[in-house]
């Protein structure tokens, strides 16, 4: 069983908002397919949106409390999970700051808070020559 809310708060001006991942035991693989389908995307060097971003860190949070992971640990893991040049301009900035509470199997409620998960980059807008 998999239960994962997702509290996202990115740049000062948007509006927190939350996503939840709710999955039984007959449906969770579903869940893990989705993750692999967005792997393979990322695999073929296309960008991924806040989403899809989102059912990665989701992912990755379910498999490592799954193998005892603490949450220091996955916090570290984290960390360099993903690059800006992974995720489609403005993913970075839309997730300053994110809090998952995960409710894995029978295993205790636990809360992990990631701050700037994917760390956000200079932005350089160029002009093409005529």
């Known amino acids: 069983m998999i239960h994962i809310k997702a509290l996202v708060k990115g740049e000062a001006d948007m509006p927190p908002s939350t996503k939840i991942f709710e999955y039984d035991s007959d449906s969770e693989n ?36 799954r193998l005892g992971k603490s949450i220091p640990e996955i916090k570290e893991m984290a960390k360099s999970f993903l690059s800006a040049k992974k995720v489609m301009i403005g993913v970075p ?20 808070t990631l701050n ?14 005529d």
């Open 116 to 129: 700037e998960p994917i760390p956000t980059t200079d932005y350089i807008l160029v002009s093409k020559g």
């Open 30 to 65: 579903i869940f893990f397919l989705g993750v692999e389908v967005i792997k393979n995307r990322l695999s073929q060097n296309l960008r991924i949106n806040i989403n899809e971003t989102m059912m990665l860190y989701a992912g990755l949070i379910a498999s490592e409390i």
């Open 93 to 112: 900035e839309s997730m300053r700051k994110v809090v998952f509470e995960a409710k894995i199997d029978d295993k205790q409620k636990q809360i992990i």
